[in-house]
Protein backbone atom coordinates (compact mmCIF):
# COMPACT_ATOMS: atom_id res chain seq x y z
CA UNK A 1 0.00 0.00 0.00
CA UNK A 2 1.04 3.23 -0.96
CA UNK A 3 1.36 5.08 2.37
CA UNK A 4 3.78 7.56 4.52
CA UNK A 5 4.54 6.15 8.21
CA UNK A 6 6.11 8.25 10.40
CA UNK A 7 7.08 7.25 14.15
CA UNK A 8 6.62 7.46 16.76
CA UNK A 9 3.25 8.30 16.72
CA UNK A 10 2.77 9.54 20.05
CA UNK A 11 5.95 11.09 22.52
CA UNK A 12 6.29 12.74 25.65
CA UNK A 13 9.70 13.91 26.41
CA UNK A 14 11.57 16.46 28.51
CA UNK A 15 12.94 19.27 27.64
CA UNK A 16 16.73 19.46 26.35
CA UNK A 17 16.56 15.87 25.60
CA UNK A 18 17.32 14.79 21.49
CA UNK A 19 14.86 13.17 19.86
CA UNK A 20 14.11 12.25 16.26
CA UNK A 21 10.66 11.79 14.20
CA UNK A 22 11.22 9.49 11.20
CA UNK A 23 9.54 9.26 7.89
CA UNK A 24 9.40 7.20 5.40
CA UNK A 25 7.47 6.94 2.32
CA UNK A 26 7.36 3.73 -0.22
CA UNK A 27 5.89 5.75 -3.67
CA UNK A 28 9.59 6.73 -4.91
CA UNK A 29 8.38 10.73 -4.56
CA UNK A 30 11.32 13.52 -4.96
CA UNK A 31 9.30 16.26 -2.68
CA UNK A 32 9.32 15.92 1.39
CA UNK A 33 7.96 17.80 3.58
CA UNK A 34 7.23 18.82 7.61
CA UNK A 35 4.30 20.63 9.00
CA UNK A 36 3.42 21.02 12.48
CA UNK A 37 -0.45 22.09 13.36
CA UNK A 38 -1.25 23.92 16.40
CA UNK A 39 -5.08 25.05 17.12
CA UNK A 40 -6.19 27.97 15.47
CA UNK A 41 -2.70 28.42 13.16
CA UNK A 42 -3.21 25.42 10.51
CA UNK A 43 -0.17 23.90 9.15
CA UNK A 44 3.07 25.04 9.34
CA UNK A 45 6.10 23.98 6.78
CA UNK A 46 9.24 23.58 8.74
CA UNK A 47 11.40 21.78 6.45
CA UNK A 48 11.07 20.57 2.43
CA UNK A 49 12.89 18.50 0.50
CA UNK A 50 12.87 18.76 -3.55
CA UNK A 51 15.12 15.70 -3.67
CA UNK A 52 17.76 13.64 -2.11
CA UNK A 53 20.56 15.56 -0.76
CA UNK A 54 18.07 19.10 -1.05
CA UNK A 55 16.71 20.54 1.71
CA UNK A 56 15.47 24.22 2.74
CA UNK A 57 13.27 26.35 5.45
CA UNK A 58 10.24 26.42 5.40
CA UNK A 59 8.33 28.75 7.39
CA UNK A 60 8.85 27.74 11.00
CA UNK A 61 12.40 26.07 11.01
CA UNK A 62 14.12 27.63 14.11
CA UNK A 63 14.67 24.46 16.39
CA UNK A 64 14.05 21.42 14.01
CA UNK A 65 16.82 19.95 11.68
CA UNK A 66 16.35 17.73 8.64
CA UNK A 67 18.14 15.56 6.33
CA UNK A 68 17.63 13.61 3.21
CA UNK A 69 20.42 11.34 2.69
CA UNK A 70 17.66 8.99 0.81
CA UNK A 71 14.65 9.31 -1.42
CA UNK A 72 12.31 7.27 0.90
CA UNK A 73 13.00 8.67 4.16
CA UNK A 74 13.06 12.52 5.80
CA UNK A 75 13.59 12.42 9.45
CA UNK A 76 13.10 15.45 11.66
CA UNK A 77 15.63 16.11 14.41
CA UNK A 78 14.83 18.19 17.72
CA UNK A 79 17.89 18.84 19.01
CA UNK A 80 17.35 20.35 21.93
CA UNK A 81 13.38 20.18 22.56
CA UNK A 82 11.45 23.21 24.36
CA UNK A 83 7.78 23.37 25.40
CA UNK A 84 6.81 25.37 22.54
CA UNK A 85 7.13 22.82 20.46
CA UNK A 86 4.73 20.31 21.90
CA UNK A 87 2.41 20.04 18.80
CA UNK A 88 1.13 17.66 16.25
CA UNK A 89 3.67 16.69 13.56
CA UNK A 90 2.78 15.80 9.88
CA UNK A 91 5.14 13.93 7.06
CA UNK A 92 4.24 15.08 3.70
CA UNK A 93 5.32 13.69 -0.16
CA UNK A 94 4.30 13.79 -3.71
CA UNK A 95 5.72 13.14 -6.93
CA UNK A 96 7.32 16.77 -7.78
CA UNK A 97 5.81 20.17 -6.11
CA UNK A 98 6.59 21.97 -9.39
CA UNK A 99 4.98 19.36 -11.89
CA UNK A 100 1.70 20.51 -12.98
CA UNK A 101 0.40 17.11 -14.04
CA UNK A 102 -2.31 15.51 -12.69
CA UNK A 103 -1.54 14.68 -9.23
CA UNK A 104 1.81 14.88 -9.52
CA UNK A 105 2.02 17.69 -6.84
CA UNK A 106 -0.18 16.13 -4.37
CA UNK A 107 0.77 15.68 -0.86
CA UNK A 108 0.40 12.54 1.01
CA UNK A 109 -0.13 12.97 4.18
CA UNK A 110 1.43 10.74 7.35
CA UNK A 111 -0.85 9.62 10.23
CA UNK A 112 1.19 12.43 12.64
CA UNK A 113 3.26 12.31 14.76
CA UNK A 114 1.75 13.74 18.58
CA UNK A 115 4.87 15.15 20.77
CA UNK A 116 4.54 16.89 24.30
CA UNK A 117 7.98 18.41 25.36
CA UNK A 118 7.48 19.09 29.65
CA UNK B 1 5.50 36.42 2.43
CA UNK B 2 3.52 34.43 0.51
CA UNK B 3 0.23 34.42 2.57
CA UNK B 4 -3.17 32.10 1.99
CA UNK B 5 -6.31 33.62 3.70
CA UNK B 6 -9.16 31.22 4.66
CA UNK B 7 -12.22 31.91 6.22
CA UNK B 8 -14.54 31.42 8.28
CA UNK B 9 -12.21 29.69 11.27
CA UNK B 10 -15.14 28.04 12.32
CA UNK B 11 -18.57 26.92 10.85
CA UNK B 12 -21.33 24.92 12.58
CA UNK B 13 -24.45 23.86 10.86
CA UNK B 14 -27.38 22.25 10.97
CA UNK B 15 -27.41 19.17 8.75
CA UNK B 16 -29.10 19.83 5.79
CA UNK B 17 -28.14 23.51 5.69
CA UNK B 18 -25.51 24.63 3.03
CA UNK B 19 -21.80 25.68 4.13
CA UNK B 20 -19.26 27.31 2.10
CA UNK B 21 -15.19 27.72 2.97
CA UNK B 22 -13.26 31.01 1.20
CA UNK B 23 -9.48 30.91 0.42
CA UNK B 24 -7.88 34.28 -1.01
CA UNK B 25 -3.95 34.78 -1.83
CA UNK B 26 -2.06 38.43 -2.35
CA UNK B 27 -0.30 36.94 -5.43
CA UNK B 28 -1.52 34.87 -8.26
CA UNK B 29 -1.41 31.16 -8.18
CA UNK B 30 -0.44 28.32 -10.27
CA UNK B 31 -3.21 25.51 -8.55
CA UNK B 32 -5.17 25.35 -5.59
CA UNK B 33 -5.45 22.19 -3.45
CA UNK B 34 -8.25 21.22 -0.62
CA UNK B 35 -7.76 18.91 1.40
CA UNK B 36 -9.63 17.94 4.40
CA UNK B 37 -8.64 16.44 7.88
CA UNK B 38 -11.43 14.45 9.56
CA UNK B 39 -11.08 14.39 13.46
CA UNK B 40 -7.64 12.78 15.01
CA UNK B 41 -6.92 12.10 11.59
CA UNK B 42 -4.69 13.52 9.27
CA UNK B 43 -4.96 15.56 5.77
CA UNK B 44 -6.57 14.10 2.74
CA UNK B 45 -6.68 15.40 -0.89
CA UNK B 46 -9.89 16.16 -1.83
CA UNK B 47 -9.04 18.41 -5.60
CA UNK B 48 -6.93 20.13 -7.39
CA UNK B 49 -7.96 23.05 -9.64
CA UNK B 50 -5.28 24.89 -12.37
CA UNK B 51 -7.40 26.65 -15.11
CA UNK B 52 -8.94 29.89 -14.32
CA UNK B 53 -12.31 29.57 -13.54
CA UNK B 54 -12.37 26.52 -13.32
CA UNK B 55 -15.19 24.53 -11.49
CA UNK B 56 -15.26 21.10 -10.20
CA UNK B 57 -18.12 18.94 -8.26
CA UNK B 58 -17.35 16.01 -6.20
CA UNK B 59 -21.11 14.76 -5.24
CA UNK B 60 -22.28 17.59 -2.73
CA UNK B 61 -19.06 19.20 -3.45
CA UNK B 62 -18.27 22.20 -5.93
CA UNK B 63 -14.91 23.84 -6.08
CA UNK B 64 -14.17 27.31 -7.88
CA UNK B 65 -10.98 29.01 -9.08
CA UNK B 66 -11.37 32.61 -9.65
CA UNK B 67 -10.59 34.40 -13.25
CA UNK B 68 -7.67 35.71 -11.49
CA UNK B 69 -6.42 32.61 -10.13
CA UNK B 70 -6.42 34.54 -6.61
CA UNK B 71 -8.95 33.40 -4.83
CA UNK B 72 -10.74 29.72 -4.46
CA UNK B 73 -13.93 28.43 -2.74
CA UNK B 74 -15.43 25.14 -1.74
CA UNK B 75 -19.46 24.51 -1.02
CA UNK B 76 -20.96 21.93 0.11
CA UNK B 77 -24.65 21.28 -0.34
CA UNK B 78 -26.73 19.94 2.32
CA UNK B 79 -24.27 19.04 4.95
CA UNK B 80 -24.67 15.73 6.48
CA UNK B 81 -22.53 14.56 9.77
CA UNK B 82 -20.05 12.75 7.66
CA UNK B 83 -18.51 16.38 6.37
CA UNK B 84 -17.37 17.57 9.85
CA UNK B 85 -13.82 17.94 10.10
CA UNK B 86 -11.13 20.79 8.73
CA UNK B 87 -10.52 21.89 5.26
CA UNK B 88 -7.54 23.14 4.10
CA UNK B 89 -6.72 25.29 0.94
CA UNK B 90 -2.87 24.94 0.00
CA UNK B 91 -2.21 27.26 -3.00
CA UNK B 92 0.56 26.45 -5.44
CA UNK B 93 3.00 29.64 -5.82
CA UNK B 94 5.46 29.91 -8.29
CA UNK B 95 8.69 31.30 -6.68
CA UNK B 96 10.22 34.78 -7.71
CA UNK B 97 13.58 33.54 -8.90
CA UNK B 98 11.61 31.39 -11.83
CA UNK B 99 13.15 28.22 -12.68
CA UNK B 100 11.42 25.32 -10.50
CA UNK B 101 11.01 26.73 -7.72
CA UNK B 102 7.30 26.03 -6.23
CA UNK B 103 6.04 26.63 -2.97
CA UNK B 104 2.87 25.32 -1.46
CA UNK B 105 0.63 27.19 1.14
CA UNK B 106 -1.79 26.14 3.47
CA UNK B 107 -4.61 28.66 4.82
CA UNK B 108 -5.52 27.99 8.49
CA UNK B 109 -8.50 25.73 7.65
CA UNK B 110 -12.42 26.31 8.34
CA UNK B 111 -13.73 23.93 10.75
CA UNK B 112 -16.91 22.43 9.78
CA UNK B 113 -19.23 21.03 12.26
CA UNK B 114 -22.27 19.75 11.71
CA UNK B 115 -25.59 19.40 14.29
CA UNK B 116 -27.45 16.35 13.56
Known amino acids: EAQVTQNPRYLITVTGKKLTVTCSQN?????MSWYRQDPGLGLRQIYY???????DKGDVPEGYKVSRKEKRNFPLILESPSPNQTSLYFCASSLSIHLMSSGANVLTFGAGSRLTVL | GQQVMQIPQYQHVQEGEDFTTYCNSSTTLSNIQWYKQRPGGHPVFLIQ?????EVKKQKRLTFQFGEAKKNSSLHITATQTTDVGTYFC????????????????FGKGTLLTVNP
Open chain 1, 27 to 31: MNHEY
Open chain 2, 49 to 53: LVKSG
Open chain 1, 49 to 55: SMNVEVT
Open chain 2, 90 to 105: AGLLEGSSGGSNYKLT
